[in-house]
Nanobody, 123 residues
Framework: QVQLVESGGGTVQAGGSLRLSCVAS????????MAWFRQAPGKEREGVAA??????STWYDPSVKGRFTVSHAQNTFYLQMHSLEPRDSAIYYC??????????????????WGQGTQVTVSS
């Protein structure tokens, strides 16, 4: 019933910006978490940013803090990315929880996942 669909990925030049969107269907985000994860070739999936209860609280990985911003509006979860670097290149996944999460940037706490969208930052 719950479906997450990401969009907005693409190829950008280093220093550029990109905005990812995640449309959630059949999902109510009240008192739940939504997050963005990414996985680059040869690397483990890592938490990028998370949001609780439609924006009540947010979390960011140190590597993106100050450059990325999460937000939520209606049925869409966003990840605004600025000052992109080649190391940001990865497949980005949207995720949603079914309840409380102990560690917002840990993938184990999430039940629903999107298909992923590719972000490539050229140097």
């Amino acid at each position: 019933q719950v479906q997450l669909v990401e969009s907005g990925g693409g190829t950008v030049q280093a220093g550029g910006s990109l905005r990812l969107s995640c449309v959630a269907s059949g999902y109510t985000s009240s008192r739940k978490y939504m997050a963005w994860f990414r996985q680059a070739p040869g690397k483990e999936r890592e938490g990028v940013a998370a949001i609780y209860d439609k924006g009540m609280s947010t979390w960011y990985d140190p590597s993106v803090k100050g450059r990325f911003t999460v937000s939520h509006a209606q049925n869409t979860f966003y990840l605004q990315m600025h000052s992109l670097e080649p190391r940001d290149s990865a497949i980005y996944y949207c995720a949603a929880s079914s309840g409380l999460v102990s560690r917002p940037l840990s993938s184990s706490g999430y039940n629903y996942w999107g298909q992923g969208t590719q972000v490539t930052v050229s140097s």
